[in-house]
């Protein structure tokens, strides 16, 4: 994930300033993946990469989901943003964004 967080201007973990904040956020993804848990970060990062790597997978969800909506449009994320251009359909994309202009 360190790639999405330098897409968004953030920190990886190892350059943190804070080193115990750093040393827990590690801890924290240790844990995780002892248990085979995913956080809520995890379930669209890897989502992103199925999406990508998988262009059946892809298109199958795509066939699915022809129109997305998404509410308070203002506060997706770097990764959120690539989940949901995967996908939308480069030729026929159908798209209901709702957001505040005085959020963004």
């Known amino acids: 994930r360190p790639e ?5 201007d953030l920190k990886p973990a190892d ?3 804070n080193k115990i904040l750093a040393e827990q956020f590690i ?9 085979n848990l995913f956080d809520f970060d995890d379930l669209i990062y890897h989502t992103v990469g199925l999406l990508r ?3 059946k997978i892809c ?17 997706i994320n770097f ?3 690539h989940m949901i251009k ?3 359909s480069d030729t026929d994309a159908n798209l209901y964004a709702i957001g505040d202009p005085n959020q963004a």
Do not use: V
Request: glycine share 0%; hydrophobic share 35%.
């Open 4 to 8: 999405f967080a330098l897409q968004q």
């Open 15 to 17: 350059a943190i300033e």
């Open 27 to 35: 801890q924290y993804e240790t844990a995780l993946q002892k248990q």
């Open 53 to 55: 790597e998988y262009p």
């Open 59 to 75: 298109n199958y969800y795509r066939e699915k989901f022809q129109w997305i909506m998404i509410d308070e449009y203002q506060d």
């Open 79 to 81: 990764a959120q943003y």
């Open 86 to 88: 995967h996908l939308l």
